[in-house]
């Protein structure tokens, strides 16, 4: 049986066009970046002009742009520099955060180097801005915010020139979790009031363990990796070449093609919205699905028995790949902390779907009908 691949939010397949471009960087053209002879150079030229392209999608300067191992990497910098060269002692977060974020928030809580609030969410799933507000408004420290653009469960996304402008208002630091959304939704960093964001290529088909970190250019932060001068000094160890080319074309295509594959994968997501309303009267959705929420997942919860209980699992072995978010405890599945901060209902088994380009409604058709056997 055919594979349907419906968990794109946790990773995409590689494009072959992304491959191809990085290929030649795995064979023919080896060069260390930081090397002086023309090997070398070449590939500095080649992590140079790819740094260019992704500075030029997200209307940013080249200067801001920093190559990482990925997003986990990127917020860890943002977050913990912001605490330690930036002098921010108090940070705003929320609950429902990707642990990337939760985990760095809370290590610095309890190294005693900053002080933690969590920002009210409403009911569904929003931040409840007038409660952030006064979150800053009432902090006597440097405020670091840091909120995701959209959520990787839920898919609720905040409006980030509304939270900037807030941060700007109250002279606090802002950092958004942007994970989800390079590579989905067009940046123009010159004119968003944010001081860093974050994004993963493995996210918008390209390859993994590469990452970008936005540092706006009115931000000086020290390196959170050392050891060499890779990155401007930003940060140490050999440049990961091929990854870097991967990322800059990878990002490249999706916004060439992103008018036509945004309204495709949207088209999708509401289909298997319908298509699941229509077939199981009580299935509920998770977050704002049809509101201010990203266009490629549906969080979807159906009522628990002793056959949904399994759901995941079922699905795997049907040869669907889902996600989990449910807020049960089960040896594998810790659940999800996102479902449980938005509804602690035991009595739910909750699955994230989200889609890429290549997914059909011919595969939805077909998860709908296993899922009737299933639930």
């Known amino acids: 049986m055919q594979r349907i691949y419906f968990d794109n939010a946790a990773t995409t397949s590689l494009d072959p066009q992304v491959l191809d471009a990085m290929m030649p960087y795995m064979t023919t053209h080896f060069g260390n970046p930081s090397s002086i002879y023309s090997y070398g150079r070449e590939s500095r030229l080649a992590i140079e002009n790819a740094r260019k392209t992704v500075a030029k999608i997200l209307n940013a300067h080249p200067s801001e742009i920093f190559f990482t191992s990925g997003g986990t990497e990127s917020s860890n910098t943002a977050i913990t520099r912001s605490v330690r060269d930036l002098g921010c002692k108090h940070i705003i977060s929320s609950l429902i955060e990707h642990h990337a974020t939760t985990h760095t928030v809370e290590h610095l809580a309890k190294t005693g180097e900053a002080r933690v609030s969590y920002v009210k969410l409403l009911p569904d799933g929003h931040v409840d801005m007038a409660d952030l507000e006064n979150l800053l408004a009432t902090a006597p420290e440097k405020t670091l915010v840091t909120l995701m653009h ?66 706006n250019e009115k931000v000086k932060i020290n390196p959170f990796v050392h050891g060499g001068s890779q990155e401007r000094n ?49 299935v509920s959705f998770n977050g704002d699905p049809l509101g201010k929420s990203l266009y490629t997942l549906l969080s979807a919860s159906f009522p628990k028995t002793d056959k949904s209980e399994m759901l995941l699992f079922n699905l795997d072995i049907n040869h669907i790949c889902a996600s989990g ?29 989200s889609f890429s380009k290549h997914n059909t409604k011919e595969e939805i058709d077909t998860v709908v009908e296993k899922l009737k056997e299933l639930v």
């Open 234 to 282: 930003m940060r140490a160890g050999t440049e990961n070449l091929y990854g870097i080319i991967g990322f800059s074309k990878a990002l490249e295509m999706a916004t060439t093609n992103y008018e036509k594959d945004s309204a495709w994968i949207k088209e999708l997501k509401l289909y298997m919205m319908d298509q699941l309303k229509k077939h199981f009267k009580d």
């Open 325 to 353: 978010g449910s807020a049960c405890t089960s040896g594998a599945d810790a659940g999800s902390h996102v479902i449980r901060a938005l509804k602690n209902d035991p009595n739910l088994a909750t699955v994230r779907f």
């Open 150 to 215: 959209a959520n990787n469960e839920i898919g609720n996304m905040i409006d980030i020139h509304e939270t900037g402008n807030l941060c700007r208002k109250y002279n606090a630091i802002f950092h958004s979790d942007t994970v989800q959304t390079v590579g989905h939704f067009p940046f123009d960093l010159k004119n968003t009031p944010v001081d860093f964001i974050t994004g993963a290529s493995h996210k918008f088909h390209g390859p993994k363990g590469v990452g970008v970190l936005y540092v």
